[in-house]
């Protein structure tokens, strides 16, 4: 009997492994996996009849939802699977020794502008040397999140050499605020010369967090300023409230004008240099190169990192509506994800990825990457990717880099630069793997 039962069993899988080589259908498929890994082997080889079809592009995250319980309002608004091609590349180190660099900006001869935290403005060469610190940046606040934050290069650079900073400033009674300064940097690039701030963001706070500070360029004259909302109960509360500034988009011109088309010019209320609100702390922003519209990522509590197209006088609604949680744990405030009159983001992360830097890139050394963003992770120590197609994310891949990355630039030789977060951080190119 022991024997009839070994030759029906040998019978019953030959015929397991022939109805895989010639249907190659679901069914087979489960055949040759009870049959073992010769079996399912046997079923990718000899599967030719016709092409097979693509196995489903999982997301690149995996891990649980910090809040599980808010859905999203619609598809492809977080976990999008990864893209179906991408670039081999790898980092290199570019400059080191810098002290939480914060910002970098490329000046029109390929060195750079950098930041650090602590209140140094520096001049990087192309072979990553470091100056001495530029002198003439303001007194900056420098405690916690604070210090030295945004560099931006003017567009006219070449003939006007002006800069614009962003910086945590110290106001009276221990008060500060998120301050924007232009200067002209001197022709040997040593100091910032008739410094002249443009910008304050109102009211003055007692806080040490969420500056926010990205300065992103709409045009020669007009720039937009991502800013904070300066962290915790009752401050985050005034991002619901247009008259002030706190997490908000700002919009000016250059010489600290406001645009008389902002949403809110000659409103008895609403603050004028007003260009959107109801925003957590934007720490990255980039113009895209198509359409010419502002995208912005801004920091999550525990989960509900966002990505948004901000428009003129829409509200983003924090704290109101969020797709996170408090860190302590339980919902923030009343625990809502959607409401009618508030936008929603085109994309969140739960687990969040703590952004900081964004561009998207346009460069010549990656061709199959045009046209998609590049979104710096501080905690996550990683760059994401996003294929963007008619303003929704359609795929999104990471880039491991092993450092907190806390800005993310594209420079004139088509390679991607990365300020790392650390005591000791730096800057590192991602470049084409074969070089």
């Known amino acids: 009997m022991r024997h009839i039962f070994l030759v029906l069993s040998l019978f019953l899988l030959v015929a397991c492994q022939g109805a895989v080589e010639e249907t190659g259908s679901d069914s087979a498929a489960s055949a040759a996996i009870v049959a073992g890994n010769g079996g399912l082997e046997m079923a990718a080889a000899t599967n030719t009849s016709e092409e097979a079809p693509a196995s489903p592009r999982e997301p690149e995250e995996t891990e649980p939802r910090e809040a599980e319980d808010y859905g999203s309002a619609f598809d492809g608004q ?131 967090g969420h500056y926010g500070s990205r300065i992103v360029f709409q045009d020669p004259d007009t720039i937009w300023i991502g800013l904070g909302d300066r962290q915790g109960h009752p401050n985050r509360l005034q991002a619901q409230d247009p008259t002030n500034l706190i997490g908000t988009v700002a919009r000016i011109h250059t010489d600290g004008s406001v645009p008389e088309d902002n949403p809110f010019v000659g409103h008895a209320d609403n603050a004028p240099e007003l260009w959107s609100w109801g925003h957590r702390n934007i720490q990255a922003a980039d113009i895209h ?36 949680i408090e860190y302590r744990g339980g919902p923030v405030y009343e625990g809502q994800a959607r409401q009618d009159d508030l936008e929603q983001p085109v994309y969140f992360w739960d687990p969040v990825l703590a952004p900081s830097g964004m561009v998207f890139y346009t460069g010549q050394a990656f061709p199959a990457w045009q046209g998609d963003a590049f979104i710096g992770g501080l905690r996550t120590e990683r760059v994401s990717r996003l294929i963007i197609e008619d303003d929704r994310v359609v795929a999104e891949e990471w880039l491991e880099i092993g450092e907190r990355v806390r800005d993310v630039v594209q420079g004139p030789d088509g390679f991607i630069y990365l300020a790392t977060d650390a005591p000791n951080g730096g800057i590192l190119r991602i470049v084409p793997a074969d070089g």
């Open 289 to 324: 190169p198509e359409t010419g519209a502002l995208w912005t990522v801004e920091h999550g509590p525990r989960g509900g990192d966002e990505l948004n197209r901000p428009e003129a006088g829409k509200n983003y609604g924090w704290p109101t509506i969020s797709y996170g």
């Open 78 to 208: 977080t976990r999008v699977p990864r893209p179906e091609s991408t670039e081999s590349w790898t980092t290199e180190p570019v400059a080191s020794d810098l002290e939480h660099p914060w910002a970098i900006a490329f000046l029109p001869d390929g060195t750079m502008l950098v930041t650090e935290r602590p209140g140094r403005l520096r001049h990087v060469t192309r072979d990553g040397e470091v100056s001495d610190p530029i002198a003439g940046v303001p007194e900056v606040d420098a405690r916690n999140q604070g210090g030295l934050l945004d560099v931006a290069v003017a567009p006219d650079f070449a003939d006007s050499r002006t800069v614009f900073i962003s910086y945590a400033e110290p106001r009276e009674d221990g008060m500060n605020t998120t301050a924007v300064a232009r200067a002209r940097m001197s022709d040997d690039a040593r100091s910032l010369e008739e410094l002249d701030v443009i910008f304050r963001q109102y009211p003055d706070v007692t806080s040490t």
